[in-house]
């Protein structure tokens, strides 16, 4: 079955970078489109970036020119680099795939920014 597995959140100051990884199983990786999505704390769940296939990424505006969202076909991982990190980035973070017409997720890791 699809799995998904993110890794990489924490606790940061204001400024900060860090890298998140989602690992995918369950799936020909290297086909699909995938994204990366947060969940702030009372807040919906919102798309931040988008790669596809071919390599090619998208950004919310929120994150544009401070995200940099990459994949690995190899290893089948999925990553987000987050630069200049902010407290409104503060949120639960999902690599998300559509497959077969149905979404699946990750259980989510926690990036915090906070001084």
């Known amino acids: 079955q699809v799995r998904l597995v993110e890794s990489g959140g924490g606790l940061v100051q204001p400024g900060e970078s860090l890298r998140l990884s989602c690992t995918a199983s369950?799936?020909?990786?290297?086909?699909?489109?995938l994204d990366w999505y947060r969940q702030a704390p009372g807040k919906e769940r919102v798309s931040i970036a988008r790669?596809?296939?071919?390599?090619?990424?998208d950004y919310s505006d929120s994150v544009k020119g401070r995200f940099t969202i990459s994949r690995d076909n190899k290893w089948n991982r999925l990553y987000l680099q987050m630069n200049s990190l902010k407290s409104e980035d503060t949120a639960v973070y999902y690599c998300?795939?559509?497959?077969?017409?149905?979404?699946?997720w990750g259980q989510g890791t926690q990036v915090t920014v906070s001084q």
């Open positions: 998300h795939v559509k497959h077969g017409g149905i979404d699946f």
């Open positions: 790669i596809t296939s071919t390599g090619s990424a």
């Open positions: 369950g799936i020909n990786f290297k086909i699909y489109a």
